[in-house]
C-alpha cells in the first residue's frame, strides 16, 4: 500500500498563509498526472473534495485553496486563512489500489 | 442536486453481520464508480471498496484489509449501493460512507454510524 504521511496539526493566525504537506513512500505520478487529492473535514460532516489530480481546484472551491506538487511530496496552501477554515486537513491517493489516506492535519487558529 | 443517502447502521454483535444501502439521485448513477468509506472516530478515512459503472462491467475491487469480509453491490434500476460485511470486530466500528467517482471522491453521503459490541 502506499502509506501517505503529513503532520498532525498546523496553527497559524487569520488571514496568514497555511502550508500543509503530504508525502508518500511511492511515486504517485502517471502519464502526466499525479494522482494525489486533497479534503477538508469539519466535525460531524463527510469529507469535501478541495483539489484533485494535485492542482485542479474542485467545483465551488474558494481560490483561496491550492495545490501542488509531484512525485512523493505535496502540499496544500490556504491563502489567507479564515475561520471558516478550522479543520482537518487529509491528502488520498489514487495511483493504486487500495486508495489511501493520510493521517489528516488539523488546522487551528492562533 | 447529487444527492448519496445511508442507511442501515446501528449497533451489530461481535461476529455478526450488516447490511448497508445508499440511496443515489441528482446523476447518471450507471455512469459512476461508487465506493464505501469508513472512518472511525478521530481517525483518517480507510477505503473500502469500490464497484465499477457500466462501462467498466460493474466489477469491484476490495482493500486486502477487509477482504473477504465485504461484497459491495449496485441495483442500477433502483440507483442503490448496498455493503455487506460480515464477521464484524470492534475494529469495524466506524463512520461508513458511500462516495462517487474513482479516482478522487467528489460525491459524499452524510455517512451512517455502525458500532460493533456486545
Known amino acids: 500500500d502506499i502509506v501517505l504521511t503529513q503532520s498532525p496539526a498546523l496553527a497559524v493566525s487569520l488571514g496568514q498563509r497555511a502550508t500543509i504537506s503530504c508525502k508518500t513512500n511511492?511515486?504517485?505520478?502517471?502519464?502526466?498526472?499525479?494522482?494525489m487529492h486533497w479534503y477538508q473535514q469539519k466535525p460531524g460532516q463527510q469529507p469535501k473534495l478541495l483539489i484533485y489530480?494535485?492542482?485542479n481546484l474542485a467545483s465551488g472551491i474558494p481560490a483561496r485553496f491550492s495545490g501542488r506538487g509531484s512525485g512523493t511530496d505535496f502540499t496544500l496552501t490556504i491563502d489567507p486563512v479564515e475561520a471558516d477554515d478550522t479543520a482537518t486537513y487529509f491528502c488520498?491517493?489514487?495511483?493504486?489500489?487500495?486508495?489511501?489516506f493520510g493521517g489528516g492535519t488539523k488546522l487551528e487558529l492562533k | 442536486e447529487v444527492k448519496l443517502l445511508e442507511s442501515g447502521g446501528g449497533l451489530v454483535q461481535p461476529g455478526g453481520s450488516m447490511r448497508l444501502s445508499c440511496a443515489a439521485s441528482?446523476?447518471?448513477?450507471?455512469?459512476?464508480?461508487m465506493n464505501w468509506i469508513r472512518q472511525p472516530a478521530g481517525k483518517a478515512p480507510e477505503w473500502l471498496g469500490f464497484?465499477?459503472?457500466?462501462?467498466?462491467?460493474?466489477?469491484?475491487e476490495y482493500n486486502p484489509s477487509v477482504k473477504g469480509r465485504l461484497t459491495i453491490s449496485r441495483d442500477n434500476t433502483q440507483n442503490m449501493l448496498y455493503l455487506q460485511m460480515n464477521t464484524l470486530r470492534a475494529e469495524d466500528t466506524a463512520t461508513y460512507y458511500c462516495?462517487?467517482?474513482?479516482?478522487?471522491?467528489?460525491?459524499w453521503g452524510q455517512g451512517v454510524m455502525v458500532t460493533v459490541s456486545s
Open positions: 462516495a462517487g467517482n474513482d479516482n478522487y471522491f467528489d460525491y
Open positions: 441528482g446523476f447518471t448513477f450507471t455512469d459512476f464508480y
Open positions: 464497484i465499477r459503472n457500466k462501462a467498466k462491467g460493474y466489477t469491484t
Open positions: 511511492q511515486n504517485v505520478d502517471y502519464y502526466g498526472n499525479s494522482y
Open positions: 489530480l494535485a492542482s
Open positions: 488520498q491517493q489514487s495511483r493504486n489500489l487500495p486508495r489511501t
